[in-house]
């Protein structure tokens, strides 16, 4: 059974920095290296959105408000994603979720897992 479990959040004066970690278990090394892994968020009374999402190969895409801000990294070692949030905003206020696709073998088929979120509040 995967799990994910993502820690890091908490209250942060604008302009400062936070960095999420998320552990993915229940998954082989292997499976977690192949998968596509990000972080999404939802404000109150908004939809959940892209924040940051890469693939296998490492290539990173994120949403225009927080490029050139935050950072996505994976640890394949440690079936690890983490999101460096630099310079934050009070409109970066939101529950963050990570998520993780997980492939076969053959990429014929998917299974998307995400984790219960983690609060982060940016106070002006």
């Known amino acids: 059974q995967v799990r994910l479990a993502e820690s890091g959040g908490e209250t942060v004066q604008a302009g400062g920095s936070l960095t999420l970690s998320c552990t993915a278990a229940?998954?082989?090394?292997?499976?977690?290296?192949?998968?596509?892994v990000g972080w999404y968020r939802q404000a109150p009374g908004q939809k959940r959105e892209m924040v940051a999402r890469t693939t296998r190969a490492n290539t990173p895409v994120y949403s225009d408000s927080v490029k050139d801000r935050f950072t996505i990294s994976r640890d394949n070692a440690k079936n690890m994603v983490n999101l460096q949030m630099n310079i934050l905003k009070p409109e970066d206020t939101a529950v963050y979720y990570c998520?993780?696709?997980?492939?076969?073998?053959?990429?014929?088929?998917?299974?998307?897992?995400w984790g219960q979120g983690t609060q982060v509040t940016v106070s002006s």
């Open positions: 998520y993780v696709r997980i492939y076969n073998y053959a990429r014929t088929a998917s299974s998307d897992f």
């Open positions: 229940g998954v082989a090394v292997s499976d977690f290296r192949a998968a596509d």
